[in-house]
């Protein structure tokens, strides 16, 4: 450790870290894989009957399921950061010859994968009740390029709300307010068939566009609401960032 430790390395190391305190969490796992299954099933058998689509509601609804999982997911973030200041470990961090800012991207980068695996789980029980996806192998590539993106976009903002709450509960409370938003979009209805004066929120946040592209592009279509959603969760990802980077210094066990 005398010679420092590089920023890339560092930041595979805390991944790491972060992966397996995920994986000792044995109640958190079980969550984590079953509430993807148990949600995709939910909407399925529930609203399949309640909601008109004007088509398939399995198809209809996997893309919002997806987005959905990933965010209660990338919530965790949140409170592992949280966990971690409040317990000291960034403050002694920067007592050691490495970037401590690095523990973040440790937070995304597990973020990332835990919550791609998530997607994965969605995809394979729709797929187990009878949905069929007619997407291309570019399709693919594009769809979980987008989700890639969100997940980074919304962990994110996750971390911000880790670092500037005062402990774990608050972290995970605040984080809980942003998992309404894909109820609040054509995720699970058209939003046509919202309170009128609902729709032009829900016409115009960053998930609607984004899971009316994952959509398309999962039925084998063209997606061209995919750069107003790559924007969307571009600038979320950069305003988060800076916010973090301006937040970061500023924060240690003695603030609290």
Known sequence: MSAGVGALRAGALFAGRSLRHAARDVESLLVAIMLPALVTVMFTVVFSGIVDVGGDYLSYVAAGVVLLCAGFGAASAAVGVARDLEAGFLDRLRTLPIASATVLAGHTIASLLRNLLATAVVLGVAMALGYRPSASLGGWAAAVG?????????????????????????????GFALLFLPYVSSAFAPVDSLPGWL??????????????????????????????????????????????????????????
């Open 146 to 174: 987008l989700i890639g993106l969100w997940i980074l976009a919304i962990t994110s903002v996750y971390v911000l709300v880790g670092l500037l709450t005062s402990s774990p509960n608050a972290a995970s409370g605040y």
């Open 199 to 256: 729709q032009p929120f829900a016409r115009h946040q960053p998930l609607t566009p984004l899971i009316e592209s994952l959509r398309s592009l999962l039925s084998g279509g063209a997606a061209p609401d995919a750069s107003r959603a790559v924007a969307w969760c571009l600038g979320i990802t950069a305003l988060a960032t800076v916010s973090i980077a301006v937040s970061f210094p500023r924060r240690s066990t003695r603030a609290r």
